[in-house]
Protein backbone atom coordinates (compact mmCIF):
# COMPACT_ATOMS: atom_id res chain seq x y z
CA UNK A 1 0.00 0.00 0.00
CA UNK A 2 1.49 3.65 -0.66
CA UNK A 3 -0.13 6.60 0.42
CA UNK A 4 0.85 10.10 1.55
CA UNK A 5 -0.77 13.36 3.84
CA UNK A 6 0.31 16.74 2.05
CA UNK A 7 -0.90 19.79 3.67
CA UNK A 8 -0.29 23.33 4.64
CA UNK A 9 -1.00 26.13 7.35
CA UNK A 10 -1.53 29.38 6.60
CA UNK A 11 -2.57 32.32 8.60
CA UNK A 12 -5.82 34.50 7.36
CA UNK A 13 -6.48 37.94 7.84
CA UNK A 14 -7.58 37.85 11.59
CA UNK A 15 -4.39 35.62 12.79
CA UNK A 16 -5.62 32.49 12.64
CA UNK A 17 -4.31 29.41 11.50
CA UNK A 18 -6.14 27.08 8.68
CA UNK A 19 -5.18 24.91 6.26
CA UNK A 20 -4.41 26.40 3.06
CA UNK A 21 -4.06 23.05 0.95
CA UNK A 22 -4.75 19.35 1.75
CA UNK A 23 -4.61 15.63 0.19
CA UNK A 24 -4.36 12.37 1.57
CA UNK A 25 -4.44 8.96 0.53
CA UNK A 26 -4.82 5.83 2.41
CA UNK A 27 -3.72 4.70 4.89
CA UNK A 28 -3.15 8.10 5.85
CA UNK A 29 -6.61 10.17 6.64
CA UNK A 30 -6.54 13.93 8.61
CA UNK A 31 -9.35 14.49 11.26
CA UNK A 32 -11.28 17.60 11.39
CA UNK A 33 -8.79 20.48 12.71
CA UNK A 34 -9.68 22.49 15.90
CA UNK A 35 -8.33 25.43 17.83
CA UNK A 36 -6.80 25.31 21.46
CA UNK A 37 -4.25 28.16 23.18
CA UNK A 38 -4.16 29.49 19.39
CA UNK A 39 -2.82 26.34 17.51
CA UNK A 40 -4.50 24.94 14.84
CA UNK A 41 -4.61 20.89 16.43
CA UNK A 42 -4.43 18.28 13.21
CA UNK A 43 -4.87 14.62 13.98
CA UNK A 44 -3.14 12.36 11.46
CA UNK A 45 -5.20 8.53 11.77
CA UNK A 46 -4.61 5.78 9.96
CA UNK A 47 -7.33 3.61 9.61
CA UNK A 48 -5.90 0.20 9.18
CA UNK A 49 -4.24 -2.03 11.36
CA UNK A 50 -1.15 -0.71 11.06
CA UNK A 51 1.87 -1.08 8.39
CA UNK A 52 3.29 -4.09 7.03
CA UNK A 53 6.65 -5.12 4.59
CA UNK A 54 6.50 -3.31 1.79
CA UNK A 55 3.97 -0.69 2.89
CA UNK A 56 4.94 3.23 1.38
CA UNK A 57 4.21 6.45 3.39
CA UNK A 58 5.02 9.64 2.44
CA UNK A 59 4.20 12.74 4.62
CA UNK A 60 4.74 16.79 3.89
CA UNK A 61 3.70 19.67 6.29
CA UNK A 62 4.60 23.16 5.62
CA UNK A 63 3.98 26.00 8.08
CA UNK A 64 3.99 29.43 6.85
CA UNK A 65 4.48 33.02 8.52
CA UNK A 66 2.15 33.08 11.47
CA UNK A 67 0.78 29.79 11.45
CA UNK A 68 0.81 27.75 14.52
CA UNK A 69 -0.18 23.84 14.04
CA UNK A 70 0.17 20.92 16.08
CA UNK A 71 0.05 17.34 14.44
CA UNK A 72 -0.45 14.70 16.63
CA UNK A 73 -2.32 11.09 16.28
CA UNK A 74 -5.16 9.39 18.30
CA UNK A 75 -3.58 6.25 18.84
CA UNK A 76 -0.72 4.19 18.58
CA UNK A 77 1.45 3.27 15.61
CA UNK A 78 2.04 -0.45 14.38
CA UNK A 79 4.31 -2.06 11.89
CA UNK A 80 3.48 -5.72 11.82
CA UNK A 81 6.26 -8.72 11.33
CA UNK A 82 7.35 -8.81 7.63
CA UNK A 83 6.70 -11.54 5.76
CA UNK A 84 9.64 -10.67 3.23
CA UNK A 85 12.69 -8.96 3.15
CA UNK A 86 11.03 -5.37 2.41
CA UNK A 87 10.90 -3.00 5.00
CA UNK A 88 7.46 -0.76 5.71
CA UNK A 89 8.87 2.65 4.65
CA UNK A 90 8.01 6.34 6.23
CA UNK A 91 9.01 9.30 4.67
CA UNK A 92 8.14 12.64 6.29
CA UNK A 93 9.50 16.00 6.10
CA UNK A 94 8.34 18.89 7.89
CA UNK A 95 8.79 22.74 6.95
CA UNK A 96 8.73 25.88 9.16
CA UNK A 97 8.76 29.46 8.02
CA UNK A 98 10.44 32.34 9.49
CA UNK A 99 7.53 33.49 11.97
CA UNK A 100 5.25 30.27 11.89
CA UNK A 101 5.58 27.63 14.74
CA UNK A 102 5.13 23.41 14.63
CA UNK A 103 4.68 20.79 16.83
CA UNK A 104 5.04 17.12 15.87
CA UNK A 105 3.65 14.92 18.86
CA UNK A 106 2.74 11.52 17.37
CA UNK A 107 1.41 8.69 19.97
CA UNK A 108 3.58 5.85 20.52
CA UNK A 109 5.10 3.52 17.97
CA UNK A 110 4.95 -0.22 18.21
CA UNK A 111 7.29 -2.23 16.63
CA UNK A 112 6.08 -6.15 16.91
CA UNK A 113 8.33 -9.46 16.76
CA UNK A 114 9.83 -9.76 13.18
CA UNK A 115 8.93 -6.27 11.69
CA UNK A 116 10.90 -4.53 9.51
CA UNK A 117 10.91 -0.83 9.31
CA UNK A 118 12.88 2.28 7.89
CA UNK A 119 11.88 5.65 8.49
CA UNK A 120 13.01 8.94 6.66
CA UNK A 121 12.81 12.25 8.07
CA UNK A 122 13.84 15.75 7.63
CA UNK A 123 13.63 18.78 9.10
CA UNK A 124 13.47 22.32 8.03
CA UNK A 125 13.18 25.04 10.27
CA UNK A 126 14.07 28.85 8.48
CA UNK A 127 15.51 31.36 11.05
CA UNK A 128 12.33 32.96 13.19
CA UNK A 129 10.41 29.56 12.92
CA UNK A 130 10.09 27.25 15.93
CA UNK A 131 9.74 23.26 15.96
CA UNK A 132 9.11 21.13 18.67
CA UNK A 133 9.46 17.74 17.20
CA UNK A 134 8.92 14.26 18.99
CA UNK A 135 9.60 10.54 18.75
CA UNK A 136 8.61 8.14 20.63
CA UNK A 137 9.31 4.14 20.33
CA UNK A 138 7.85 1.10 22.50
CA UNK A 139 10.24 -2.06 23.06
CA UNK A 140 6.91 -4.25 21.00
CA UNK A 141 4.69 -5.86 22.88
CA UNK A 142 5.20 -6.13 26.24
CA UNK A 143 2.22 -7.93 27.20
CA UNK A 144 2.62 -10.23 25.00
CA UNK A 145 6.54 -10.98 25.56
CA UNK A 146 7.79 -9.29 22.41
CA UNK A 147 10.39 -6.96 24.10
CA UNK A 148 12.80 -5.79 21.65
CA UNK A 149 12.29 -8.10 19.21
CA UNK A 150 11.50 -6.63 15.93
CA UNK A 151 14.06 -7.36 12.85
CA UNK A 152 15.20 -4.20 12.06
CA UNK A 153 14.51 -0.75 12.77
CA UNK A 154 16.04 2.04 10.77
CA UNK A 155 15.81 5.89 11.49
CA UNK A 156 17.08 8.78 9.25
CA UNK A 157 16.74 12.20 10.56
CA UNK A 158 18.23 15.63 9.01
CA UNK A 159 17.31 18.68 11.22
CA UNK A 160 18.08 21.83 8.75
CA UNK A 161 18.31 25.16 10.50
CA UNK A 162 18.24 27.64 7.52
CA UNK A 163 20.78 26.78 5.35
CA UNK A 164 22.48 24.86 7.92
CA UNK A 165 22.82 21.02 8.59
CA UNK A 166 22.23 21.23 12.60
CA UNK A 167 21.73 17.21 12.95
CA UNK A 168 22.58 14.07 11.47
CA UNK A 169 21.42 11.16 12.95
CA UNK A 170 21.62 7.65 11.92
CA UNK A 171 20.89 4.19 13.72
CA UNK A 172 19.72 0.64 13.26
CA UNK A 173 18.12 -1.04 15.81
CA UNK A 174 18.23 -4.93 16.33
CA UNK A 175 18.50 -7.82 18.46
CA UNK A 176 21.27 -9.58 16.48
CA UNK A 177 23.75 -7.10 17.80
CA UNK A 178 24.92 -4.62 20.11
CA UNK A 179 22.73 -1.69 19.28
CA UNK A 180 19.89 -2.31 21.29
CA UNK A 181 22.50 -2.16 24.63
CA UNK A 182 21.70 1.00 25.64
CA UNK A 183 17.78 0.94 24.94
CA UNK A 184 18.32 -2.34 28.08
CA UNK A 185 20.78 -0.68 30.00
CA UNK A 186 18.57 1.14 32.06
CA UNK A 187 15.09 -0.39 31.93
CA UNK A 188 14.44 -3.78 30.67
CA UNK A 189 11.40 -2.83 28.36
CA UNK A 190 12.38 1.07 28.13
CA UNK A 191 10.68 3.17 26.56
CA UNK A 192 12.48 5.65 24.14
CA UNK A 193 11.60 9.86 23.62
CA UNK A 194 13.79 12.27 21.26
CA UNK A 195 13.03 15.47 21.03
CA UNK A 196 14.32 18.24 18.72
CA UNK A 197 13.37 21.80 19.68
CA UNK A 198 13.97 24.16 16.94
CA UNK A 199 14.40 28.64 17.76
CA UNK A 200 12.47 28.33 21.38
CA UNK A 201 14.55 31.44 23.02
CA UNK A 202 14.91 30.30 25.88
CA UNK A 203 16.92 26.86 27.19
CA UNK A 204 14.97 25.57 30.43
CA UNK A 205 17.52 23.26 31.47
CA UNK A 206 17.38 23.90 35.29
CA UNK A 207 13.59 22.08 34.72
CA UNK A 208 14.27 19.29 32.21
CA UNK A 209 17.52 18.14 34.49
CA UNK A 210 14.78 17.91 37.43
CA UNK A 211 12.49 14.75 35.00
CA UNK A 212 15.31 12.07 35.66
CA UNK A 213 13.77 10.17 38.46
CA UNK A 214 13.77 6.19 39.42
CA UNK A 215 11.55 5.84 36.09
CA UNK A 216 12.99 8.24 34.06
CA UNK A 217 16.51 8.75 32.88
CA UNK A 218 16.97 11.97 30.61
CA UNK A 219 20.05 14.21 29.07
CA UNK A 220 19.55 17.12 27.01
CA UNK A 221 22.15 19.75 25.38
CA UNK A 222 22.39 22.04 22.74
CA UNK A 223 22.96 21.51 18.83
CA UNK A 224 25.44 23.82 17.43
CA UNK A 225 23.02 25.73 15.61
CA UNK A 226 19.33 26.45 16.09
CA UNK A 227 18.08 24.63 19.40
CA UNK A 228 19.00 21.71 21.43
CA UNK A 229 18.32 17.79 21.66
CA UNK A 230 16.07 16.12 24.69
CA UNK A 231 16.64 12.14 24.67
CA UNK A 232 14.77 9.96 27.26
CA UNK A 233 14.32 6.90 28.50
CA UNK A 234 11.57 5.57 30.29
CA UNK A 235 10.55 2.36 32.73
CA UNK A 236 7.89 1.92 31.06
CA UNK A 237 4.51 3.45 28.86
CA UNK A 238 2.76 5.66 31.78
CA UNK A 239 6.27 6.90 32.98
CA UNK A 240 6.80 7.66 29.26
CA UNK A 241 3.27 9.84 28.44
CA UNK A 242 3.57 11.48 32.05
CA UNK A 243 7.03 12.62 30.72
CA UNK A 244 6.07 13.58 27.49
CA UNK A 245 3.52 15.86 28.79
CA UNK A 246 5.59 17.35 31.37
CA UNK A 247 8.64 18.03 28.29
CA UNK A 248 5.71 19.92 26.35
CA UNK A 249 4.56 22.21 29.43
CA UNK A 250 8.13 22.47 30.21
CA UNK A 251 8.82 24.50 26.80
CA UNK A 252 5.82 26.01 26.41
CA UNK A 253 6.31 27.67 29.97
CA UNK A 254 9.09 28.81 28.74
CA UNK A 255 7.89 31.03 26.15
CA UNK A 256 4.72 32.76 28.64
CA UNK A 257 2.45 29.96 26.62
CA UNK A 258 -0.57 28.06 27.35
CA UNK A 259 -0.01 24.34 25.88
CA UNK A 260 -2.28 23.08 23.60
CA UNK A 261 -4.56 20.26 24.16
CA UNK A 262 -3.92 16.93 22.60
CA UNK A 263 -7.95 16.38 22.69
CA UNK A 264 -9.21 13.92 20.39
CA UNK A 265 -12.46 14.71 17.96
Same mark, same amino acid.
Given at each position: ???????????????????????????????????????????? $???? &?????????????? $??????? !??????????????????????????????????????????????????????????????? +????? &???? !????????????????? !??????????????????? &?????? @?????????????????????????? &??????? +??????????????????????????????????? +????? @??????? @??
Amino acid at each position: MKGHLHLTASVDAAGRTYISAQSFRAPLHMSKPHTEEGALIVNI $VNPT &AGLFDGDEVEMHAR $VEPGARL !VLTSPSASRVYRARSDKAARVCQEIEVAAGGCAEFIPELFIPQAGARYHQQTALRVAPGGQLL +YCEWL &APGR !VARGETFQYEELLWDTD !VWCGDTLAVRERYRLTPRD &ASLTSL @RAAFPAGHYLGFFVIGWPQWPGEALD &ALTSSTV +YAGHGPLAVGGGIVKVLCADNLSARKVLLRIREIF +YTAQG @RGVPGLR @RF
